[in-house]
Antibody, heavy 118, light 111 residues
Framework: EVQLVESGGGLVQPGGSLRLSCAAS????????MNWLRQIPGKGLEWVAN????????NYEDSVKGRFTISRDNAKSSVFLQMSSLRAEDTALYYC???????????WGQGTVVTVSS | QSALTQPPSASGSPGQSVTISCTGT?????????ISWYQQHPGKAPKLMIY???KRPSGVPDRFSGSKSGNTASLTVSGLQAEDEAAYFC???????????FGSGTEVTVL
């Protein structure tokens, strides 16, 4: 079964850090762009960051540039999101998703909740 | 504030059709044929329903169709069924420096 499973979310104080993980299974992970997106409950979706198959290209949404770092380990079929200098407005449900421009985000995880609050 | 504009709600009776619009600009919707639509049921992850304006992933019923005219993309759900009641989000490629823009979402109600 093709699957993405996120972990690492939690409650963190403003200015703190958190590392999200996403474990893939059921497909050849190294063949795909991988993404992180987020959603405030009851609100729309926001793309956060992505990384090319071999890590040679990385993109970030403007509000997270310099604070978030995406990385991947193809040997472990995993993608990560290191988040630092967290702000209240980063509070959301974070999803990892496979894919990109050409074919859309075709596989999503179930999400992990990040809450930034004192 | 979402970059793409969608109506907040739409509805139809079982068997009827409903069309959801997604309006952007020439920098996103109007400039590229990379429009995707996602269905999201409460408490669930989004599901890809349409990509590249009108293509359906394997397993998506042909009741779902997509189109585009100028700066507006549309998703039509024909033969509405109870399980189609969900939120629908559009997304467009927005260029190298703003690659993915999303709509605010439309809640579809099956009456």
């Amino acid at each position: 079964e093709v699957q993405l499973v996120e972990s690492g979310g939690g409650l963190v104080q403003p200015g703190g850090s958190l590392r999200l993980s996403c474990a893939a299974s059921g497909f050849t992970f190294s063949y795909y762009w991988m993404n992180w997106l987020r959603q405030i409950p009851g609100k729309g979706l926001e793309w956060v960051a992505n990384m090319k198959q071999d890590g040679s290209e990385i993109n970030y949404e403007d509000s997270v540039k310099g604070r978030f770092t995406i990385s991947r380990d193809n040997a472990k079929s995993s993608v990560f999101l290191q988040m630092s200098s967290l702000r209240a407005e980063d509070t959301a449900l974070y999803y990892c998703a496979r894919g990109g421009v050409l074919h859309g985000f075709d596989i999503w995880g179930q999400g992990t909740v990040v809450t930034v609050s004192s | 504030q979402s970059a793409l504009t969608q109506p907040p709600s739409a509805s139809g009776s079982p068997g009827q059709s409903v069309t959801i619009s997604c309006t952007g600009t020439s920098s996103d919707v109007g400039g590229y044929n990379y429009i995707s639509w996602y269905q999201q049921h409460p408490g669930k992850a989004p599901k890809l329903m349409i990509y590249e304006v009108s293509k359906r992933p394997s397993g998506v019923p042909d009741r779902f169709s997509g189109s585009k005219s100028g700066n507006t993309a549309s998703l039509t759900v024909s033969g509405l069924q109870a399980e189609d009641e969900a939120a629908y989000f559009c997304s467009s490629y927005g260029g190298r420096y703003n690659p993915y823009v999303f709509g605010s979402g439309t809640e579809v109600t099956v009456l």
